[in-house]
């Protein structure tokens, strides 16, 4: 199983981003998948979770804002990621039973 993390970047308070996990060797629509972030100093945080009914769960703190989507064709995870803040500053990882390398996600 490898999850790759990508879509990460630079953006102003209020943009908008898309961070995309591709599954390989792993059929994503069978398995309870999540995201999460990690800020400098900071624990590891969960972000938003899909279970294989396609049931979504969202923290508090990105409630309303993000979304958290899959692919199946595609084997992709997403987490379409609105209206950020300064706070979503953080490494984002995808997981299952195992994590992605994450990509960095900066607003400034």
């Known amino acids: 199983v490898q999850l790759v993390e990508s879509g990460g970047g630079l953006v102003q308070p209020g943009g908008s981003l898309r961070l995309s996990c591709a599954a390989s060797?792993?059929?994503?629509?069978?398995?309870?998948m999540g995201w999460f972030r990690q800020a400098p100093g900071k624990e590891r945080e969960g972000v938003a979770g899909?279970?294989?009914?396609?049931?979504?769960s969202y923290a508090d703190y990105v409630k309303g804002r993000f979304t958290i989507s899959q692919d199946n064709a595609k084997n992709t995870l997403y987490l379409q990621m609105n209206s950020l803040k300064t706070e979503d500053t953080a490494v984002y990882y995808c997981a299952t039973s195992v994590w992605g390398q994450g990509t960095q996600v900066t607003v400034s």
């Open positions: 899909i279970d294989n009914d396609g049931i979504t």
């Open positions: 060797d792993y059929t994503i629509r069978r398995y309870c």
